[in-house]
């Protein structure tokens, strides 16, 4: 790990837990709509919902990666196939999206980013669609790359080699941390970064991937194992 000079780093399970965001996000996006839209939650339930997303992804496999996308292609349907405008789009999911960016981080992640960023060029590499500005903690960021930036999802490689190509850095040089193996871990690794597995739960790895170069449950400890690095990276900051 002595080599590494850029991070990219997943975010939804690896900074903060995503589970129980989206589902209150959800939540309060069928009370809004039941509240100003009431025809939409009468003809359809949360479930028939999510099966529509599921069938826009595979009608706009090209759009896929677009989460954003698939939820308001779904709500422009709800709304005009019970009479009302699509215009209701834009709101509804504004109320889905500010409540999706209302995360609870990890109490290890902003003192071990406060510590990487001051060594390392940090790059968040998501699927998703946080909002690190809202959360708070963009400013310990390089730069953010997401799916639709770069119009392919993890674990295609363009994004991780679009993550490596804004660090300025190789891709040796690169370690990727993240809580997923197959989407993670496996796609940085045919990507040719190196790998470090967020596993915060304890769970087993499963033997069809690769395993990884590191398994941290912390930021803390990610900062231990690249504590090479930083040393290698001062040593050279003095000898200028």
């Not at 504004?94 to 992640?109: Q, T």
């Not at 991780?160 to 850095?169: D, N, P």
Request: hydrophobic share 45%; net charge negative.
């Amino acid at each position: 790990m002595h080599r590494i000079r850029a991070i990219t780093l997943d975010l939804d399970d690896t900074l903060w837990e995503i589970g129980p965001v989206i589902t209150r996000a959800e939540g309060k996006l069928w009370s809004w709509l039941s509240e100003r839209y009431p025809r939409i939650t009468q003809s359809y339930t949360a479930e028939q919902a999510y099966e529509l997303r599921v069938e826009a992804m595979e009608k706009y496999r090209d759009r896929s990666h677009d989460f954003r996308f698939m939820r308001q292609m779904v709500l422009g349907h709800m709304a005009e196939s019970v009479g009302y405008s699509a215009d209701l789009v834009d709101d509804a999911f504004a109320v889905f999206d500010k409540a999706r960016n209302e995360v609870e981080l990890f109490s290890d992640v902003v003192p071990g980013l406060e510590i990487l960023a001051e060594h390392f060029s940090l790059i968040a590499v998501t699927n998703g669609n946080a909002n690190l500005g809202t959360i708070g903690i963009r400013h310990l960021f390089h730069d953010v790359v997401t799916a639709v930036d770069v119009g392919s999802a993890k674990p295609a490689q363009p994004i991780f080699l679009e993550a490596v190509s804004r660090a300025g850095v190789g891709v040796e040089e690169t370690l990727h941390v993240g809580d997923h193996p197959e989407i993670d871990i496996g796609g940085a690794q045919e990507a040719g970064l190196r790998t470090a597995w967020m596993n915060r739960n304890g769970d087993g790895w499963p033997e069809h991937v690769a395993p990884p170069d590191a398994v941290v449950s912390t930021v803390a400890e990610l900062v231990a194992i690249l504590e090479p690095a930083i040393a290698m990276r001062n040593s050279g900051a003095a000898n200028e």
